[in-house]
């Protein structure tokens, strides 16, 4: 019965903590690219009620940052959640995928607020549900084009920072049928 009530707490209450801390009137939070962050300790995590599952240190054969690590971590409402580590702890990229979706399933309304906003936790730039929902259609339009295609081919945001290094934010299908968004540098 307590598991029912927290679940129930929760899904009450996140749409609240989901807010960013400058929608909620306070100052803005930095984004995890970039530094080191302590992921289950993000008000993002404690809302979505993250959970390390795994750690895997990466190779010279893994794509991107080979001398890092991949934590992935499980939330309260079936999100996986993927961070690359840089060494020092800092975040160079991450996803937020549904696992298993089928092709051509849609966000519910709460997911695609999810997915709003952990982009923006990840990348400090502000992300509205909306504009994730359109990537998402636009996406399924491209798959239903091109069986091969993860996504729209235009990213949700591009950014370079001043030493030059391009990020971009992204949604689609990644590897496996997960569905969902993600952020960081070398995302194509």
């Not at 903590?17 to 970039?34: E, F, H, N, S």
């Not at 949700?156 to 030059?164: D, E, H, M, Q």
Request: aromatic content about 6%; hydrophobic content about 45%; overall charge positive.
């Amino acid at each position: 019965m307590k598991a029912a009530g927290l679940n129930l707490l929760r899904a009450a209450l996140l749409p609240l903590l989901l807010l960013t801390p400058a929608q909620a009137g306070g100052a803005a939070q930095p984004a995890w690219i970039g530094r080191a962050v302590d992921v289950p300790a993000t008000p993002l995590c404690r809302a979505l009620g993250c959970t390390l599952q795994t750690v895997r240190e990466n190779t010279p054969d893994t794509l991107g940052g080979h001398d890092g690590q991949q934590r992935t971590y499980r939330t309260a409402s079936g999100w996986r959640l993927e961070v690359d580590v840089r060494p020092g702890g800092r975040v160079s990229g991450a996803r937020l995928l549904r696992p298993g979706a089928p092709r051509g399933t849609r966000l519910t309304d709460a997911q695609t607020r999810e997915a709003a906003a952990f982009l923006s936790a990840l990348t400090g730039r502000a992300f509205r549900p909306q504009a994730v929902q359109a990537c998402l259609n636009a996406g399924l339009a491209a798959q239903a084009r091109d069986f091969d295609a993860y996504g729209p081919a235009d990213p949700l945001s591009r950014w370079s920072t001043p030493a030059g290094w391009a990020f971009r934010a992204r949604c689609g299908v990644a590897g496996a049928g997960a569905l969902g968004v993600w952020a960081g540098w070398r995302q194509g």
